[in-house]
């Protein structure tokens, strides 16, 4: 399965765990990708916060249940089913408040 990424971030990788920003910059990093040109996928709020400390958009996905501290995302859904990609790459955060919104 590990063909399937460009690349893979583990706990030995950063200094410091979520909330801290240091998960998500490495993998930005590691990429060689600007923080604001990444999309992270949540589903903690210490992982809302990480995202938002390395200043990249994130989706918030609640797996059917109010989490405290969730709402403070980009974006927030009931599952993953809620996103989508275009052709161009682009993220579709499908039935939220005003139909769908693109990334």
Known sequence: MTQSFQTI??????????PAPD???TTA???QLVPAACLV?????AGVTAAQAAGMPVVAVERGEEVPGLERATWKVSTLDDLALTPRGEVV?????????LL
């Open 93 to 101: 955060v499908k039935g939220g408040p005003g139909g769908s919104s």
């Open 29 to 31: 990093r590691l990429l």
């Open 23 to 25: 998960p998500f910059l």
């Open 9 to 18: 971030v583990t706990a030995e990788d950063y200094a410091q765990a979520k």
């Open 41 to 45: 996928v949540e589903d903690s709020p």
